[in-house]
């Protein structure tokens, strides 16, 4: 039996046709020329990023579309980004990063990139490939039970402070009887005072929701955040010692202030101070918070934007 050949030219699909696969796919696709200026952006990218195909076309990514970030809170854009590494050596690219949604806050995204090339073989451009790896999809319980029970915070859709003082007495109760690390972090914007004396309550709500939703987005399944205050947050982290805490915490932390969005000709960055404690067989739910709070103050002593897990005479 002979090996059958089949035309290429069988297989060949329109424009549109392939473009509306593209748009089928769950991840995000972003085709760009020699220069990095995108040519297309499906419907998966315009919904992780916030961005519109429309707003997109024509611009490059560093122009405060995606802004890729890695682990240490580095922006990838300039001598460090992978696009250019891949149009200058033809070989492709994966990494994991967050980029900036439309909003302000950051997305954890793991993404590839592949060189474009013409029939003689020529690069002319990359196509970049990114999925949302978030660990994270939802809070238990859901928001709109949350509600029923008085318990959600509208603006922020996150747990209030009395679901946050009640979440926690019933974690710790379940810390003492199972003996699993319980940790918290206590949350606190920084300078969101001078942001709406500056520009405005609108401009410090927006403020508000890019930290929540960037808390909320960037934890564990099992664990939860809540908006204690007008401008802090509790996050509570189920079999997390103190050395997991930190990290998270730093994670947390780098990824805000990577955050940020335009108001007229200004920048507006968004910054956090996170104290870090973990919880004890005799804590309850207001001395473990009241530890952690303590620790985030002496953080904002020191210069805020940084995580503090001690005070000065716990070293």
Known sequence: MTDEKISLSEFEVSADTFKALLNRLEEGVCFADQEKKILFWNKAAEKMSGHTEQEVLGKCCSDHILMHLDEHGTILCG??????????????????????????????????????????????????????????????????????????????????????????EARIEEMRKYDLPLGLLFVDIDDLAKVNEAYGHLVGDKVVRIVAKALASNIRFTDVAGRWEEDRFLVILLNAGESKLDVVANKLRLLIQGSGFEVDDSHVGV?????????????????????????????????????????????
């Open 79 to 168: 001598d460090r980004c992978p696009a250019s590494e891949c149009l200058a050596d033809g070989r492709p690219r994966e990494f994991s990063s967050s980029l900036l949604h439309k909003e302000g806050y950051r997305v954890s995204v793991y993404a590839r990139l592949l060189p474009r090339r013409d029939n003689s073989g020529k690069i002319i451009g990359i196509a970049q490939v990114f999925s949302d790896i978030s660990p994270r999809v939802s809070m238990p319980p859901k928001p709109e039970d949350l509600e029923q029970l008085n318990l959600l915070d509208l603006p922020t859709e996150l747990g209030n402070r009395r679901f946050l003082e009640i979440y926690l």
């Open 271 to 315: 910054t956090i101070t996170v104290g870090s404690a973990e919880a004890r067989r005799q804590d309850t739910a207001a001395s473990l918070t009241d530890r952690a709070r303590k620790r985030m103050q002496y953080g904002k002593s020191l210069g805020k934007n940084r995580v503090c897990s001690r005070l000065r005479d716990e070293f």
